[in-house]
């Protein structure tokens, strides 16, 4: 279980605060998601979600939705991007393929050096 640098202290992108108030998120929900919860390392990102084991373990409510809640980071866990409500959204976190960064990593450098 990996824990963010500094919970209490959470710095959101510009995007990331906006989607808080867009599906109504509690920072508390996010900072207790990136305390208690496991993260998937995928596309250069970090997901993190809370299973309803630890939930339960830990002592905390689901009331607002904290076990469908999921928190994407950069890769040095200094800001959180933006977060979604999914049921599923762990399933599909975990099938999430790699190469997909990588073409986006292919694109940019053809685009910077044409041949």
């Known amino acids: ?13 510009r995007h990331g605060s906006m989607r808080l108030q867009q599906r109504g998120i509690s920072r508390a929900s996010v900072t207790s998601v990136l305390t208690y919860g496991k993260m998937i390392h995928k596309q250069h990102l970090k997901f993190f979600y809370l299973p309803k084991s630890i939930i339960r373990s830990a002592g905390l409510r689901d009331t607002d939705g904290l076990s469908n809640l ?19 959204g762990v399933h599909s976190i975990k099938k999430k393929p790699k190469r997909l960064r990588k073409k986006k990593l292919e694109s940019k450098r053809e685009n910077r050096f044409p041949t």
């Open 1 to 13: 279980m990996e824990i963010l640098k500094q919970a209490t202290n959470i710095s959101f992108s």
């Open 70 to 88: 999921i928190v994407i980071t950069d890769l040095a866990q200094e800001e959180v991007i933006t977060c979604y409500k999914s049921e599923k």
